[in-house]
């Protein structure tokens, strides 16, 4: 379980910002992303659902199935 915590999402090279408010990996995350300028190809399946909320710009995320 993480309390408070701030690091890459998707490892070190990643331009997005994960602070995790509350992380219950088992069960839960809740957590602010900043996606910063740029980006990478990073091909990879989601074992989860996820609910979202854009508070402003844009995201673009390609289904490859």
Same mark, same amino acid.
């Given at each position: 379980?993480?309390?408070?915590?701030?690091?890459?999402?998707?490892?070190?090279?990643?331009?997005?910002? /994960?602070?995790?408010?509350?992380? @219950?990996?088992?069960?839960?995350?809740? /957590?602010?992303?900043? %996606?910063?300028?740029?980006?990478?190809?990073?091909?990879?399946?989601? /074992? @989860?659902? /996820?609910?979202?909320?854009?508070?402003?710009?844009?995201?673009?995320?390609?289904? %490859?199935?």
């Amino acid at each position: 379980m993480r309390l408070l915590g701030k690091s890459k999402d998707g490892g070190p090279e990643s331009p997005v910002d /994960a602070y995790f408010l509350w992380e @219950f990996k088992s069960l839960f995350s809740i /957590a602010l992303l900043k %996606f910063n300028k740029g980006g990478r190809e990073n091909y990879h399946t989601h /074992a @989860f659902g /996820a609910l979202t909320w854009f508070l402003f710009g844009e995201l673009v995320e390609e289904d %490859f199935n």
